[in-house]
């Protein structure tokens, strides 16, 4: 995986515990135990956790397998393997470099003060700042590129060169976005699925992602697609500005 996962020390940490809590902080999924521990988990790219009775078949890419006492396990799948999953004992939240890092919760009761003057005080494209883990950690190209099209703000404008009101619009499209998609169970574009192995419909209602060359629901001109921060970043040239 992203990171070697080191299954003796992982055996040796979780074996008899009790989870408490299962927290999301950016795109990390931690696990909560008594006594006190985090198993750190990130689904990289097609990740998922599923919860599967024992005498089930394991997939492939079955990297880690929780044995829980009530019956079924607790299993980590990732075929494309750019997750991992990581021991964390208390106080190690505070130190880990991929965690004490992140920015703030998109969906935080601050955020949608807090946020907006960030992104005014800073010269990248607006598309770049939304997926700079530092300023706001979580939100992924897919909802960045959809709260744009949303907020009608063009990918590429520097943040420093939006009104305030508009970029509080964006931070309520990025917060309505981030919780549509909960509601609806994830994304479905290849391979995600619901921690239960059911998908996600949210695919069906993106306007802007995966649908440069069709035309904008909103003006029917052609959606273009840049590239920024590497990243495919679809637009409506006519009502993102
Ligand atoms: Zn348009």
């Given amino acids: 995986m992203r990171r070697p996962l080191d299954l ?23 696990l909560d135990t008594e006594p006190a521990g985090s198993l750190l988990v990130h689904l990289g790219m097609s990740g998922r956790m599923l919860l599967a009775e024992a005498h089930t078949p394991r997939l492939p890419h079955t990297h880690l397998v929780l044995r829980l006492e009530s019956g ?3 299993r980590l799948v990732d075929p494309r393997r750019f997750g991992f999953a990581q021991w964390l004992n208390p106080g190690d939240e505070a130190t880990d470099p991929s965690l004490s890092t992140l920015g703030m919760e998109p969906l935080a ?4 003060n807090e946020l907006p003057p960030l992104l005014h005080a800073r010269k990248s494209p607006i598309k770049t700042l939304l997926l700079d883990q530092r300023l706001v950690a979580g939100v992924g190209n ?23 009101t508009r970029l509080d619009r964006l931070v309520r499209e990025v917060q309505e976005v981030l919780c549509e998609a909960i509601e609806q169970g994830g994304t479905t574009i290849r391979d995600f699925s619901a921690p239960g192995g059911n998908f996600g419909y949210f695919a069906v209602r993106l306007q802007a992602y995966g649908r440069a ?6 003006c029917a001109t052609e959606l273009r697609e840049a590239r ?14």
């Fill in 8 to 30: 003796p020390l992982l055996r040796r940490e979780v074996n008899n515990r009790r989870i408490t809590a299962v927290r999301r902080r950016g795109k990390y999924l931690l």
């Fill in 142 to 164: 897919i909802y960045a590129v959809e709260s744009l099209w949303r907020a009608g703000i063009r990918p590429s404008r520097q943040g420093a060169r939006i009104a305030m």
């Fill in 72 to 74: 079924p396990e607790l």
């Fill in 213 to 218: 060359g069709a035309p904008c629901s909103r």
């Fill in 109 to 112: 009761p601050d955020t949608k």
């Fill in 228 to 241: 920024i921060g590497g990243r495919s970043t679809p637009f409506c040239p006519q009502c993102q500005r």
